[in-house]
């Protein structure tokens, strides 16, 4: 069986590895549009709860990620200046973006996958010129503006939307202590940051505003730098004089891409471009690899032709993922209103409700997973003390 992937990001370049090392017979080609040592972005995030999954299906990668990650084992939540702790029961860990493709670049190309980089796919109707239009299978792993989906949109009933706040990705030349989140109110305006160290030396920090900030303070009209310096003089206490480092840090509204069917004749989706994740939930990275791990599943070991190993995996993985990707939206969907709740609640208050606002954390799981943090909110009569 011949196999073509589209997109050499993590879930790709995973399905690609894990195939070949069960099917070391199988070509599997995988082509990505950028050479193999660019990336964009900067730091991200691997939870604790996804790396055991990735070690039981290859112990070799995970333990070389393993090695390039930066582990904390809590979170800041700060709302109007005051400052709540989050300790995980478990240690968060996050990577920078180009070590996790090298890694993954590694152990693909050990396995035998033929990695082609800087081959850009325009359409479908290329794939003639790139010696693929024979494969049996087609995987799109090429994103949100995937260019597999896009060829046929019917075939996988795509919808779109999109979200109303702004956000963008930047880099700090410093190591947080530790992850934080903090919502601010700045001149009538609600301003989130979301960030992280991902080596010892440097963070990724996310910027956020919603739609009426970013209305108030005309940030339509400004250049990206003045969008930046904004931010800067926002959250100037926690950058402490680093400034915020650009690279591809466009600002942008989240897409929404939904799709009713993952395949299309001998096309497949997974990641991004069959279902986008909210950064929020920081499980994006993961939630795609589990697709490549759920697609070589089927792809190697359910019978019958390839269309009825595709088949196989929608119908295993839909179950899973639909939970996943639901959590997600709620969790969009919170923080769409994030200006009210800022206005609305405590500091003790808004934690708690962000702690659950996914609906996967009940009062019971905060109790059992975060004993200080549910102490914490039972003195401040958010929560009632455990019978």
């Known amino acids: 069986?011949?196999?073509?992937?589209?997109?050499?990001?993590?879930?790709?370049l995973y399905f690609a590895m894990l195939v070949r090392k069960r099917q070391p017979d199988w070509p599997v080609v995988v082509l990505e549009q950028n050479p193999p040592d660019a990336t964009f972005g900067f730091g991200v995030v691997m939870a604790d709860s996804g790396r055991n999954n990735l070690r039981l299906a290859d112990e070799a990668s995970h333990d070389a990620l393993v090695r390039k990650m930066t582990f904390t084992d809590r979170q800041v939540i700060t709302l109007n200046e005051q400052s709540i702790v989050v300790e995980r029961p478990?240690?968060?860990?996050?990577?920078?973006?180009?070590?996790?493709?090298?890694?993954?670049?590694?152990?693909?190309?050990?396995?035998?996958?033929?990695?082609?980089?800087?081959?850009?796919?325009?359409?479908?109707?290329?794939?003639?010129?790139?010696?693929?239009?024979?494969a049996d299978i087609l995987v799109g792993a090429d994103g949100v503006n995937s260019i597999v989906r896009g060829g046929d949109e019917a075939g996988f009933d795509t919808r779109r939307s999109q979200l109303t706040n702004r956000f963008a990705w930047f880099g700090v030349g410093k190591a947080f202590a530790t992850p934080a989140l903090v919502f601010r109110k700045f001149q009538g305006g609600s301003f989130i940051a979301h960030y992280y160290p991902y080596t010892d030396e440097n963070s990724t920090f996310v910027a956020e505003c919603d739609d009426a900030t970013w209305q108030q303070f005309g940030m339509e009209r400004m250049s990206l730098d003045q969008r930046r310096e904004l931010f800067e003089q926002v959250f100037a206490a926690e950058l402490d004089g680093h400034p915020l480092l650009s690279n591809n840090s466009l600002w942008r509204q989240f897409p929404v891409i939904r799709n009713d069917r993952w395949v299309s004749g001998h096309k497949v989706l997974i990641g991004d471009a069959q279902t986008s994740a909210h950064f929020s939930i920081g499980s994006g990275t993961r939630i795609a690899m589990e697709d490549a791990i759920a697609l070589a599943a089927a792809v190697c070991d359910a019978p019958g032709t390839a269309a009825d190993k595709l088949r196989a995996f929608e119908t295993q993985r839909r179950p899973e993922k639909d939970k996943l990707i639901g959590a997600?939206?709620?969790s969009y969907r919170w923080y769409e209103d994030i200006g009210d709740w800022m206005d609305r609640y405590s500091a003790h208050e808004f934690v708690y409700r962000f702690m659950t606002r996914t609906g996967r954390v009940s009062d019971a799981r905060l109790a059992s997973s975060y004993p200080q943090l549910y102490s914490e909110l039972c003195s401040a009569g958010v929560v009632a003390a455990p019978a």
């Open 1 to 12: 069986m011949k196999i073509a992937v589209i997109g050499g990001g993590p879930a790709g």
């Open 90 to 134: 478990g240690k968060g860990g996050a990577i920078r973006r180009i070590d996790l493709l090298r890694v993954l670049q590694d152990a693909a190309l050990r396995e035998g996958v033929e990695l082609r980089s800087g081959a850009r796919l325009e359409n479908l109707g290329q794939r003639a010129d790139h010696g693929l239009a024979d």
């Open 328 to 330: 997600s939206e709620r």
